[in-house]
């Protein structure tokens, strides 16, 4: 692929700031992507492929890979329609140009009615990627944000299958989870693992193969911390940083292949994530608003108090330096590090050297009704309902959630 896509995907970010945070300049996974090209050439190459939420960060790494491999037909749904001109732009830019005859983008809700008709008339795919999703913990705010997260990653995500199943669609299926869904402390998360019971629990084929991957921060993508921090550095603002809280970080090429890999050549029934040494691999985010800053040439000027680090750009980066909040690691549903294997989960080799995985184990979903309870109250507006009956319909289907309500969240932070 060509290397200016698969290195920035929806994002501007100099390639040397990406390689500068997470810390190499080469791929850890391109390694099995090179092993394993046969394999994934034989999956798309003559094959129809539909991506859904595919022009987001993640989803248009990965369709720019994709279409390396000559599908016969590459269809990319997204709500954006900002995101999925920019993804045809990229392709169309590169200097080998976009090869796929039959390339599509369309602006859809992939839970409407609209996707089911467009299921119904389209022919068969042979694979189907799923980005779809609400996920940021922000989104778990209030009763409104946090039923509008469950629609869309749980129920929707339901129906979308049904759908597949209904129509002849996706004997191989995909979809993105988090590390957040492991020992989730985030309603979020708990929705991501609700998520990875639909994937393997909901309308698999009989010989289809369904699979999953968690997560790293992808570095600078859409919405993210770090992008963020870019954006504050355009705009005269300070950067903001939660206190001792480290994250793994993947490029946004990286992720790309960590989806291409475990969608094509993954084994059915099981949750792939990265091989990372949490003892090496968990960078400390104050660090990497240190490094941002430091690429753009400014030194980090520490504070505790949100209105003096408002106050400060002007006179501190008259002397090169550059205002950072640092605030308490005490919003709603944060973790302080990351972790991809949750209590009662086996980490297994699945054939990559750089990506392990977990067998699925069936949810609780279906015993404790969530699935139709959540269906119920989404759908009649009129019913009575509290945001603490949804955290404990889904503590009974997610046994592992360690959520507690701080009283804070991130709409309060900078």
């Avoid at 009662?344 to 184990?361: C, K, T």
Wanted: aromatic share 8%.
């Amino acid at each position: 692929m060509n290397a200016k896509f698969s290195s920035q995907g929806q994002s501007a970010v100099s390639p040397d700031l990406e390689a500068r945070v997470i810390g190499r300049k080469e791929s850890l996974f391109a390694g099995d992507r090179a092993r394993f090209a046969d394999a994934l050439r034989e999956q798309v190459t003559g094959k129809r492929i539909l991506v859904v939420g595919g022009g987001g960060s993640v989803g248009s790494s990965t369709v720019g890979f994709l279409s390396e491999l000559a599908p016969s037909a590459l269809h990319v749904v997204d709500l954006s329609e900002n995101y999925l001109a920019e993804l045809v732009r990229d392709l169309r830019a590169r200097p080998e140009g976009l090869a796929v005859s039959d390339f599509r983008t369309l602006p859809l809700d992939y839970g409407s009615p609209i996707m089911e008709r467009f299921l119904a008339e389209s022919a068969a795919y042979d694979c189907v990627l799923n980005f779809a999703a609400l996920k940021h913990v922000r989104s778990e705010k209030d009763l409104f944000s946090l039923l509008q997260m469950l629609d869309t990653n749980v129920v929707k995500h339901i129906r979308f299958k049904r759908w597949l199943e209904k129509y002849g669609h996706g004997s191989r299926y995909f979809a993105v989870s988090t590390d957040k869904a492991a020992n989730p402390s985030s309603l979020m998360g708990a929705s991501k693992r609700l998520m990875e019971d639909v994937v393997f629990d909901v309308s698999v084929p009989p010989g289809g193969s369904a699979t999953s991957a968690r997560f790293a921060n992808v570095a600078f993508s859409n919405g993210s911390l770090l992008q963020g921090f870019l954006c504050r550095l355009s705009k005269h603002q300070p950067l903001a940083v939660p206190r001792e809280t480290r994250r793994y970080f993947v490029s946004q090429a990286e992720a790309g292949e960590i989806c291409l890999l475990t969608s094509l050549a993954g084994p059915a029934g099981h949750v792939l994530f990265p091989n990372f040494d949490p003892a090496t691999s968990l960078i400390l985010l104050e660090q990497v608003a240190i490094e941002v800053l430091r690429f753009a040439g400014f030194e980090p000027e520490l504070y505790e108090d949100e209105e003096a680090a408002r106050r400060a750009v002007a006179g501190a980066a008259a002397r090169g330096r550059w205002p950072v909040l640092v605030t308490a690691l005490d919003t709603s549903g944060e973790k302080p590090f990351e972790e991809f294997v949750a209590k009662g989960e086996e980490a297994v080799q699945v054939g990559f050297g750089s990506l392990n995985g977990i067998a699925h184990a069936p949810g609780h979903a279906d015993s404790s009704l969530l699935y139709d309870r959540l269906s119920e109250c989404i759908g009649n507006p009129a019913r009575t309902l509290t945001k603490a009956d949804l955290v404990s319909w889904i503590a009974e289907a997610v046994p592992g959630l360690q959520h507690q309500e701080t009283g804070r969240d991130l709409d309060q932070r900078l």
